[in-house]
């Protein structure tokens, strides 16, 4: 008996399904999110990201900082994110809605970065864990971005941007220590990094 076409039709099954499962339905399913206009204020939510914030993205994924970062707060019952302060709510799939890759992230040896915006909002304190981790947290394991800053002499006056350092991390005298455009697009991605705003389906007190 020939069973070639019970074959043939056999694995168009199995392609299909997994089709649907792996492409079609988690399309209809997450792929036409729009963003939410708040009727009072007017703001939309997830709001737009500065092209700064998005050439920082790139920063961000090529410095490896997915390898030990997440971005995403766990609902009560799967962890304790919420009560570690890593957000007000735990992030639903609209919030990376703009994101491009999104960041999810799998390890955490360092916390959660979904809401870092929100929890260092200082451009400056940024700017001096990036350079070294320990200056601002002491005994701090996480590598030195150092390579994204760049060393110069100061000429006439210090400039606006120069990062302040004390001493063992100080530049040497009649020096200072500035960031380049990539660390400045890094930072700007890190303080946007801040998803503590309502959506219908995750409201602030939704646990
Ligand atoms: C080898 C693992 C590792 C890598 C890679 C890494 N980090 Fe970290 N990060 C940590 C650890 C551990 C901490 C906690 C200690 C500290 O605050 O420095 C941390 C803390 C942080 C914090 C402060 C979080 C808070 O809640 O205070 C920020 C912001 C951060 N990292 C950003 C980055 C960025 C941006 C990159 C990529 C350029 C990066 N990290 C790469 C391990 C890492």
Redesign the pocket.
């Given at each position: 008996m020939n069973r070639m076409p019970v074959i043939v039709v056999g694995i168009f099954l199995t392609f299909l399904s997994s089709w649907i499962g792996l492409v079609a339905y988690p399309y209809l399913n997450l792929g036409r999110f729009t963003p939410v206009t708040d009727p009072d204020s007017g703001e939309v939510f997830p709001p737009p990201m500065s092209g700064l914030a998005v050439a920082g993205q790139r920063?961000?994924a090529a410095?490896?900082?997915v390898?030990?970062?997440s971005q995403q707060v766990r609902q009560v019952g799967y962890g304790s994110d919420l009560e570690r302060g890593w957000g007000s709510r735990p992030t639903v799939a609209r919030d990376f809605m703009r994101e491009n890759p999104v960041f999810l992230g799998t390890m955490r040896?360092?916390?959660d970065?979904a809401n870092?915006g929100a929890?260092?909002p200082s451009a400056m304190w940024?700017h001096q864990?990036?350079y070294q981790?320990?200056v601002?947290?002491p005994g701090?394991?996480?590598?030195s971005?150092r390579y994204l800053y760049r060393l110069q002499k100061i000429e006439g006056q210090r400039s606006a941007n120069a990062i302040d350092l004390l001493p063992p991390d100080a530049a040497p005298d009649g020096y200072e220590v500035v960031p380049t455009h990539e660390a400045e697009a890094?930072v700007a991605y890190?303080l946007s990094l801040n998803r503590n705003y309502p959506l219908p389906e995750a409201p602030e007190s939704s646990q």
């Amino acid at each position: 008996m020939n069973r070639m076409p019970v074959i043939v039709v056999g694995i168009f099954l199995t392609f299909l399904s997994s089709w649907i499962g792996l492409v079609a339905y988690p399309y209809l399913n997450l792929g036409r999110f729009t963003p939410v206009t708040d009727p009072d204020s007017g703001e939309v939510f997830p709001p737009p990201m500065s092209g700064l914030a998005v050439a920082g993205q790139r920063v961000y994924a090529a410095s490896g900082c997915v390898y030990c970062h997440s971005q995403q707060v766990r609902q009560v019952g799967y962890g304790s994110d919420l009560e570690r302060g890593w957000g007000s709510r735990p992030t639903v799939a609209r919030d990376f809605m703009r994101e491009n890759p999104v960041f999810l992230g799998t390890m955490r040896t360092g916390p959660d970065l979904a809401n870092i915006g929100a929890r260092q909002p200082s451009a400056m304190w940024q700017h001096q864990h990036l350079y070294q981790p320990s200056v601002v947290s002491p005994g701090s394991i996480m590598p030195s971005y150092r390579y994204l800053y760049r060393l110069q002499k100061i000429e006439g006056q210090r400039s606006a941007n120069a990062i302040d350092l004390l001493p063992p991390d100080a530049a040497p005298d009649g020096y200072e220590v500035v960031p380049t455009h990539e660390a400045e697009a890094l930072v700007a991605y890190l303080l946007s990094l801040n998803r503590n705003y309502p959506l219908p389906e995750a409201p602030e007190s939704s646990q």
